[in-house]
């Protein structure tokens, strides 16, 4: 038997009737939709080390790191690295030992919960913020052991299991809409429709947009992968032709940078050395007896929020996939679970912030990955994108998030399992999938319908149906909402 049959058997490709090809195309085509979060990841962690909002912070401006001073692009350049580590490391163990199709990396939300409410905000130090993140990893990783992360899962609501696919697809929805500008604020209605004549953004995006829908509909294979790189290459083009004015179809300086010194200009000397955040990371365990409560209060937040949000997001794309039994649940869902915590664990020790589940992974997902080797496939992909750091961040964001908008539309198809004649069902569900849009919040819209759901079975006269874990579950959301509402309002002061 050769390597080939032996990692088809390893992977059970025969069992989930899929073949190499497919499964590379959707571990591209995954990697694809969350490549983005290489250079957003650092962008967004960046201003915590500084201790200043992005717009205070100036290319010249230095942060001191273990006792050396860095200047901005060296700490995004060690940043991206470590963004791409933690992320390597969570994929390798999803893809070996869960031997799921899911791809994994710093959290998007979480990230910007770390720098802008923990740090810049509520004042805390990022070293000790890493060392929250890490301690929250461990109890992930020690909770995952024993199965308790499994059981409270299981303790979701069903109609919350099989509304969260379609929560999550209309987040995705809305989200990707936003992101190629063709829904836009407006004072009046918080929203409207972007106009495709004065944004050149919205315009491509549209046309790529249109492209892959009819790629879909024709059931053309990696027609996600054919819209994002089109996409993409259209934008160059019309730059380079001088049709449209440099970073507007371009990442930001990066037309600059070809022009000026050439494409070989953007595989310059990249900090590959992350040392010096591990040794932040070192001195923020030291500053835990220091602030002992702050700490404590850090570490709950972070893992309320990784914990819903990876559920909901495991829950909802294994929903797409057909990976649930008929309960709703995912059958050894402490697997995967295990994949989010040793990445969360090592991410924080090497810099980042909680890495996570990405719900980008339902992209993969459509394309027919069914099993490890697609998350092995995002994990090379990974790898590769350290040789050529700039080259990944030459693909415009609007590009990726088409996918997005894509993957969105296909996902509502899970409102179709939900009962909407039962009013538990009927509000629950309802609430779960349009919280999370509202309040761009997978962890948001799960607490909606875990709380609403014991309350409405007990007004239908129906409370025996309820678990104590549930009426459990649904007074830990509601004590979570009140320490958030309770900081957000200033009433507790650090």
Sequence with gaps: ?????????????????????????????????????????????APAIFGRPPG??????????????????????????????????????????????????????????????????????????LAAVFVEGIIFIALTAVGARKYIIELFPEPVKFAVGAGIGVFLLFLGLQEIQLVVPYE???????????????ALSLAGLLLTLLLYARGVRGSIVIGILTTAIAGWALTLAGVVAPDVLTPEGAYDEVTTDGVAAMFGSVQYDFTPLFWGFVEGLE???????????????????????????????????????????????????????????AGAMIGTSTVTTFIESSTGIEEGGRTGFTALVVGGMFVLSLLVV??????????????????????????????????????TAGLTITIMPLTTSIANGLAAGIISYPLVKSAMGEHRDISPGQWVLAGAFVVYFIVYFAVEAGMVVF
């Design 1 to 45: 038997m050769g390597v080939a049959d032996t990692l088809a058997n390893y992977f059970d490709f025969g069992e989930h009737e899929t073949d190499y090809r497919t499964e590379t195309l959707a571990g591209i085509t995954t990697f694809l939709a969350m490549a983005y979060i290489i250079v957003v990841n650092p962008t967004i962690i």
């Design 56 to 129: 205070e912070i100036g290319a010249d401006d230095q942060a001191e790191i273990a006792g050396e001073m860095y200047y901005w692009g060296e700490v995004v350049e060690m940043l991206t690295v470590v963004t791409i580590l933690a992320s390597i490391v969570a994929i390798v163990v999803m893809a070996v030992h869960a031997k799921r199709p899911f791809g994994l990396a710093p959290g998007m939300g979480l990230n910007a919960f770390f720098t802008f409410t923990v740090v810049l905000i509520l004042g805390v130090p990022w070293q000790l913020a």
């Design 188 to 202: 009046s209605t918080m929203v409207t429709l972007g106009n495709v004549l004065e944004s050149p953004v919205a």
């Design 287 to 345: 500053m835990i007896t220091e602030e002992p409560l702050v700490f404590l209060l850090v570490v709950f937040t972070f893992f309320f929020v990784d914990f819903f949000d990876t559920a909901g997001t495991l829950i909802g794309v294994s929903q797409i996939a057909g990976f649930l039994d008929d309960q709703g649940n995912l059958p050894e869902i402490e697997k995967p679970l295990m994949a989010d915590a040793v990445g969360t664990t």
């Design 390 to 427: 700039p080259l990944m961040s030459a693909i415009p964001q609007y590009a990726t998030y088409i996918a997005l908008v894509v993957v969105g539309i296909i996902m509502l198809q899970g409102v179709a399992d939900i009962d909407w004649q039962n009013p538990a069902w009927a509000i």
